[in-house]
């Protein structure tokens, strides 16, 4: 078994190369430690300035993006999830987070990081086969997303999609 700081190090080597999230469990079995000790491996390289994000389907590194980013505020039923995702991906955006706001916490922001279809695919699969309470279910269905986009073209596109389906929140 490796030490500490030699395991940081290769955690931090592989996210530097990874294209897709790598998970705690995936670091464990490589190394040959628990899945806690790689989350406090990767906890003590955020601390140290590492922009390591945590998704759902595991680590990233955040990388300079040439994306635009806006937020958008939107609401909808948990029903309607897979379609306002879907919406937003299949008019050139990726949404990067959803964020709500708590009236004990304040902002709560939980990383999504959802490009492509097949990212869509898995984030409803899993919602669909666990107990979890989606968060904009915490605020009767409104929530933002931050979403990177090419164009503002394509931001506008976005919203008017979004919008003819009813899920913009509009005034």
């Known amino acids: 078994m490796i030490d500490g700081e030699r395991r940081k190090a290769e955690i931090l080597a592989a996210l530097q190369q990874a294209e ?8 464990a079995k490589e190394f040959g430690v628990s899945r806690q000790i790689v989350v ?8 140290a300035g590492e922009d390591i994000i945590a998704t759902a389907r595991g680590y990233l590194l955040e990388r300079e993006s040439e994306k635009l980013f806006s937020k958008i505020a939107v609401q909808h039923a948990p029903e309607q999830t897979e379609e306002e995702l879907r919406t937003i991906i299949e008019h050139g955006g990726e949404v990067v987070d959803v964020i709500v706001e708590h009236p004990l916490y304040g902002e709560l922001v939980g990383g999504l990081h959802l490009a492509t279809e097949q990212d869509v695919d898995r984030f409803i699969k ?27 073209d394509d931001l506008l596109e976005i919203k008017h999609a979004l919008s003819e389906k009813g899920i913009l929140y509009e005034e």
């Open 126 to 152: 899993e919602a669909n086969g666990s107990r979890v309470t989606l968060l904009s279910e915490l605020t009767g269905g409104i929530h933002l997303h931050t979403i990177a986009y090419e164009t503002l």
């Open 20 to 27: 897709k999230p790598i998970s705690a469990t995936s670091f």
């Open 40 to 47: 406090g491996d990767v906890a003590l390289l955020r601390a």
